[in-house]
């Protein structure tokens, strides 16, 4: 598996989701860099991170920050095993691969990680996501759909949300949700390429105050 070494931080004060920046490692030093454009989030009222002030931008550290390790369940837990089985994580002891796989979600915020892909991706490896759209977790079909299983992307242009919004649904067109606002622009443009994408169902999660979400593994096909 390619390590993760840079993520997406998030913002969701409601249902839509607002890159506001990265954290990234490289060697030993960890950074947190806003995100050059945070216009949008901040008509809604971002203010910044506690612990980062807008005016500064970017941040260096040797250790983890503690906005972000915070988010991680200590390894005393006794379920923690169990946990990290549940995300996906192979590494137990990646910080960064466990935030990714996690989202570090917490119902006290509204913050989200995920693994950072450039605007010109092209799924040279495989990109796992949580898929966005809690309406969808709790549908019968949605539940019932297995571990492994085969699914589509569509993309929908004329949505009045997100014309680059790409639904994710099973091959009996049952809908999942949508790949997550920061990876729908790059995925629907390597989809108009024509570009063969295969896509399945990997794990159902538990998200803090969202209830239920599938994460899906999209990748070129060979």
């Known amino acids: 598996m390619t390590r993760i070494d840079r993520l997406f931080v998030l913002w969701a ?4 989701r607002h890159v506001i920046g990265t954290l990234s490692r490289e060697g030993d030093e960890f950074t947190f860099r806003y995100a050059d454009d945070l216009e949008e989030p901040r008509r809604e009222n ?6 980062f002030p807008l005016e500064k931008r970017e941040f260096r550290s040797r250790h983890l920050f503690a906005a972000f390790s915070h988010r991680i369940p200590s390894p005393a837990r006794p379920d923690f095993k169990m946990l990290l089985d549940d995300w996906g994580v192979e590494n137990p002891d990646d910080a960064l691969e466990i935030l990714a796989r996690s989202g570090g979600l917490q119902v006290m915020d509204r913050i989200e990680l995920a693994e950072y892909r450039p605007p010109d991706d092209r799924l040279e490896t495989p990109l796992s996501f949580r898929v966005a759209g809690q309406a969808y977790g709790a549908d ?4 019932a759909i297995a571990n492994g299983d085969p699914l589509e992307l569509v993309h929908e242009p004329d949505n009045p949300f997100d014309a680059s919004a790409v639904a994710v649904r099973a091959r009996d067109h049952t809908m999942l949700g949508y790949v997550p606002r920061q990876y729908s622009h790059m995925l629907s443009s390597l989809m108009s390429t024509g570009l063969p994408i ?3 169902a990997t794990r159902r999660i538990l998200v803090p105050g969202d209830g239920y979400r599938w994460v899906v593994r999209a990748q070129r096909q060979s």
Do not use: D, N, Q
């Open 13 to 16: 004060p409601k249902r839509r």
């Open 46 to 51: 971002f203010e910044g991170l506690i612990g």
């Open 140 to 143: 019968p079909k949605a539940i």
């Open 198 to 200: 295969s896509v399945a």
